[in-house]
């Protein structure tokens, strides 16, 4: 990223949990804040203004940028008796749109087949160019798309995760490339797990060794300062439970965070009972997986022994309301695992939509509806999840503050849209997280670098053309 040195001042401001007015944010050559003074009257000559509250910039936890292309196609399950398109990336799912998540799986899994290094590129730089939109400044991108389709490696064999590591850098953004292990389509009859099926060859390496031997070649090929590489477990069913120790062993040796899809669905859960006796969560446990440097994603359906072993080894756990409701996976018990010791953060998932203001809202209003009562979060502690607790989970413990030192990552909402206006500005935050969407982001900054002005992307011009492009170019 080229970067000069920029004055942003910010007409309301959270800071440390609490929202001040007029104030005065510097930054510096190396994209961190070198200064934050509040009680400046007005926006001093050269500096920037930021109309609204401006919070730390947000982070993305869980993302499969590919999913973006699903959106509208596979929203409608097929027992309201509505047809699904027939054109688009869900035609290989026959004449119905998915109404479960594992019908829905083999549509995702139709546009996987289309994607080829030069196609991902674009459709990644238009989707991460959406989260800049929505005020996103980092994204973990959960990533097992590694070689051609049938299992085919490409000459480079990550050319496919170089290409989102660039697409990240054209739309201005940071990402966690979580490279992810993904070996077996299910626990199978022994130790080995039951081979790929057709579309999941491209996904594997053959063996976790393997993995890390590739994963480890693209970590030293990486010098960009926007981004940065860690490791994911797809889930229990696709690492046999002897190669689970490989994965968390890599991310221990780079100090890299580890992902791990966790308890999405009960069948996963049922299958891994009869495979091992035991549930997804005390089989990741029983093999090291577990603790502080790794995030579980979704961990929805989990018994109380689970909720302990999580909380007790202070493992996080990454929420997706929007995705979740959307495949109709059930409200998981963020509330009991926050309690519990587990550090919550938030993503976007399948893509349904991009907004972390509405993840971050529809994470207490589901513990509303699953206990019937109100007031499970403050409006401070979804913003904490929403910024500085997902970059924490994405290895960037120096993004999600406003203070000198940290990262200049800032993302600005509009309190005087539709949605906004009327409440007092001291109660801004709670506006934010309570009224806004992902159309009152103004600004977002990235390193210093002013990436989305008044609502517009200065690297991606005619973004909404970008993305038909790129996602028409996935059709048959």
């Known amino acids: 990223m080229s970067l000069t040195p920029q004055t942003y001042w910010a007409e309301y401001a959270w800071l440390g949990g609490t929202v001040e007015h007029d104030v005065l944010i510097e930054t510096g050559l190396d994209g961190r804040i070198t200064a934050v003074s509040a009680d400046t009257p007005a926006p001093p000559a050269g500096s920037v203004a930021l109309h609204g509250l401006t919070v730390p910039g947000m982070a993305n936890t ?59 590129f674009d459709l990644a730089r238009a989707v991460y160019a959406e989260m800049a939109l929505a005020g996103i400044t980092c994204v973990g991108e959960f ?79 990486i010098r960009a300062d926007h981004a940065r590489i860690g490791a994911a477990i ?32 009960t069948a996963e859960n049922e299958a891994c009972q009869r495979a091992h006796g035991c549930t997804p969560t005390r089989l990741l446990a029983d093999h090291g ?77 589901d513990e509303r509806l699953r206990t019937r009562t109100r007031g499970h979060w403050t409006a401070a502690q979804l913003l904490r999840a929403a910024g500085a607790d997902g970059h924490a989970a994405l290895g960037w413990p120096e993004a999600g503050h406003i203070e000198t030192g940290a990262l200049a990552d800032l993302t600005t909402i509009a309190l005087d ?10 109660v801004a935050a709670e506006t934010a997280i309570f009224a806004a969407t992902n159309a009152d982001v103004r600004h977002t900054v990235v390193a210093g670098r002013h990436i989305v002005r008044d609502g517009v992307h200065q690297l991606v011009p005619h973004l909404p053309a970008a993305l038909a492009e790129a996602i028409a170019a996935l059709r048959d």
Not at 239 to 261: F, I, M, N, R, S
Not at 417 to 426: E, F, K, W
């Open 62 to 120: 869980h993302s499969h940028a590919f999913h973006r292309a699903l959106r509208g196609t596979v929203q409608v399950g097929s027992g309201t008796g509505s047809p699904a398109r027939t054109r688009g990336p869900a035609a290989e799912g026959g004449e119905r749109a998915p109404d479960s998540f594992w019908t829905w799986r083999e549509v995702m899994y139709g546009v996987a087949d289309r994607l080829t290094p030069e196609t991902y």
């Open 143 to 221: 990533h097992y798309l590694h070689h051609a389709p049938g299992g085919d490696r490409y000459t480079n064999p990550n050319a496919m995760g170089e290409a989102l590591i660039t697409a990240a850098a054209e739309a201005g953004i940071r990402i966690t490339l979580l490279d992810t292990c993904y070996l077996s389509s299910g626990f199978g009859n022994g130790r080995a797990g039951a081979p790929p099926d057709t579309h999941q060859l491209r996904f594997s390496d053959g063996t976790a060794e393997a993995w890390a031997e590739r994963v480890s070649e693209l970590r030293a090929e």
């Open 289 to 365: 997986v577990l603790g502080p440097g790794t995030t579980a994603v979704h961990a929805t359906h989990l018994t109380a022994g689970d909720i302990s072993l999580l909380g007790g080894s202070s493992t996080g756990v990454c929420m997706c309301p929007t995705t979740e409701r959307d495949l109709a996976d059930g409200i998981g018990q963020a509330k009991q695992l926050q309690d519990r010791g587990c550090t919550l953060s938030l993503g976007s998932d399948s893509h349904a939509v991009i907004d972390l203001l509405e993840e971050a809202r529809a994470m207490e209003l």
């Open 417 to 426: 849209s539709v949605r906004t206006a009327g409440p007092l500005p001291g």
């Open 234 to 265: 797809h889930s229990v069913r696709a690492v046999p439970a002897a190669q689970l120790g490989t994965v968390k062993q890599w991310a221990e040796a780079h100090d890299a965070p580890l992902h791990v899809h966790l308890s999405e669905q």
